[in-house]
């Protein structure tokens, strides 16, 4: 009788060689995300789609025997300077659990460097979603077409005013995130691209409730004569509804608004005789769930490092009825009302290269 003496590692090959195909892989795919806002409703919806794509994606694992479920840790951040030195604490703690992938809303592009840094270099994928984060390497940015919106909203102010007329012009701005900052850009470059005079009378900071009540009162301080300020532009709703309805507790109706987000009550506020003139709306769930589907995508082992440009949609009275609301898919394509340089408006989600120097 002849005896083979098997080594221990052969042994523990043997072993894992005799599992049925597929149990190796039974290991959920651990992915920690870190949320800003707790009160802004469009950063809720996209939170909400987030979730919505993780159940439909554990839903189908039977259908798809490639795929391991997800196991979601979540950070919420919370508003205001607070919440960003929040998030970065909560982003070094996320970093101990060793996670496979970390999903981050940043509450500020700038301040969270360091700490995606870390995560470079202890080999964790980051994927961002919303905005961007300053230095080091992400997997990949979901985010609306942000320059888009604000263009879309600049094409609407400048059909609605004489080009030689110079617009007078206040900005609810928050310069401490890309998709903000972006929003400005398009804003004024629609201007510019339609010959649309303009002066900047002022610019506050503001994108949550309280900030915006606080620059309405400011604004009227400000500019107490009416017919001073032409139009408001929001860079969201966040601010931009508090302000909204400030103005028009006070009476002053001579102030026209151009915000971002598509937030139900600003849009439900549209009518010929309304302040507001166009609200470029986020599809904020499908932003949730294709940032889980571009984790997916890497974890499967694809590692481009892509950038999605989900399409903002520019809600007035003419075109509200084709909005589906932040919780809906993704609007029709139609023809723009309203002068501009492409007056077909795209459904199309864009995907591009993103570069190490973005």
Same mark, same amino acid.
């Given at each position: 009788m002849t005896y083979v003496r098997y080594s221990s590692i052969a042994?523990?090959?043997?072993?894992?060689?005799?599992?049925?195909?597929?149990?190796?892989?039974?290991?959920?795919?651990?992915?920690c995300v870190l949320y800003w806002s707790d009160t802004i409703p469009g950063q809720l919806a996209m939170r909400e789609g987030l979730r919505r794509q993780v159940k439909r994606h554990n839903r189908q694992l039977q259908q798809q025997p490639d795929m391991r479920a997800i196991d979601l840790t979540e950070y919420v951040a919370g508003d205001g300077p607070e919440g960003a030195e929040r998030q970065i604490a909560q982003f070094y703690q996320a970093l101990k659990t060793h996670p496979d992938l970390i999903i981050v809303q940043p509450a500020d592009s700038a301040a969270l460097t360091e700490p995606l840094r870390q995560a470079n270099a202890k080999g964790i994928p980051v994927l961002a979603y919303d905005q961007f984060i300053e230095g080091g390497q992400l997997?990949?940015? !979901?985010?609306?077409?942000?320059?888009?919106?604000?263009?879309? @909203?600049g094409e609407v102010v400048a059909d609605l005013f004489p080009s030689q007329h110079a617009l007078r012009l206040v900005f609810l701005e928050y310069p #401490?995130? +890309?998709?903000? /900052?972006?929003? /400005?850009?398009?804003?004024?470059?629609?201007?510019?691209?339609?010959?649309? @005079?303009?002066?900047?009378?002022?610019?506050?900071?503001?994108?949550?409730?309280?900030?915006?009540? =606080?620059?309405?009162?400011? #604004? *009227?301080?400000?500019?107490?004569?009416?017919? +001073? !300020?032409? /139009?408001v532009f929001s860079v969201n709703d966040g601010g931009g509804l508090a302000f909204r309805r400030e103005l028009e507790r006070a009476g002053r109706r001579d102030i026209r608004l151009a915000s971002v987000d598509g937030d139900p009550e600003q849009v439900a506020s549209l009518s010929e005789n309304s302040l507001l003139l166009v609200d470029s709306a986020q599809l904020c769930a499908v932003i949730g769930e294709q940032t889980i589907q571009a984790a997916v995508q890497w974890l499967k082992g694809d590692h481009r490092r892509l950038l999605y440009q989900v399409p903002t949609y520019p809600v007035t009275v003419e075109t509200r009825a084709g909005y589906k609301g932040w919780y809906g898919g993704v609007p029709a394509t139609f023809t723009k009302?309203? *002068? +501009?340089? =492409?007056?077909?408006?795209?459904?199309?989600? =864009? !995907?591009?290269?993103?570069?190490?120097?973005?």
């Open positions: 042994i523990i090959l043997l072993a894992l060689l005799s599992f049925p195909t597929g149990l190796l892989a039974e290991q959920p795919w651990r992915i997997a990949g940015l !979901v985010t609306s077409n942000n320059y888009q919106a604000g263009y879309l @909203a #401490l995130v +890309s998709s903000t /900052v972006l929003r /400005v850009d398009g804003f004024l470059d629609a201007l510019e691209d339609l010959g649309q @005079a303009y002066t900047l009378l002022h610019a506050y900071q503001a994108v949550e409730p309280v900030a915006g009540r =606080k620059a309405a009162r400011a #604004l *009227m301080r400000d500019y107490p004569q009416p017919g +001073s !300020v032409d /139009v009302p309203w *002068m +501009s340089r =492409k007056p077909l408006w795209s459904h199309q989600i =864009k !995907v591009l290269n993103l570069h190490a120097d973005d």
